[in-house]
Nanobody
């Protein structure tokens, strides 16, 4: 059974940085595209970033230029580096393996809360 465990969230001031981690167990992440998603209170979950099998990243427009995604296939971890954070980045962040159509494949983990506030 594949499990995804996110970590690294917290409270940060606007303009600050955080690095999120997502550890995959039960399957090699090297075989899958990976994605980061977020869900703000009262809103639907949205995609934030994707990493291809070769590590090429695709970023959603609201985070382009501020966030970066990377992957460590040896340790089955993907990262989301978040810089110049804004209050509107406040959300629970999730990761998932994604299919060829970029749809999430696994059950969602517990996520990690990111709060951007002064």
């Amino acid at each position: 059974q594949v499990q995804l465990v996110e970590s690294g969230g917290g409270l940060v001031q606007p303009g600050g940085s955080l690095r999120l981690s997502c550890k995959t167990s039960g399957a090699s992440q090297s075989l899958f595209r990976m994605g980061w998603y977020r869900q703000a209170p009262g809103k639907q979950r949205e995609s934030v970033a994707f990493s291809s099998l070769t590590g090429a990243e695709t970023l959603a427009a609201p985070v382009k230029g501020r966030f970066g995604m990377s992957r460590d296939n040896v340790n089955n971890i993907v990262y989301l580096q978040m810089d110049r954070l804004k209050p509107e980045d406040t959300a629970v962040y999730y990761c998932n393996q994604v299919g060829s159509d970029y749809s999430p494949l696994r059950e969602w983990g517990q996520g990690t809360q990111v709060t951007v506030s002064s």
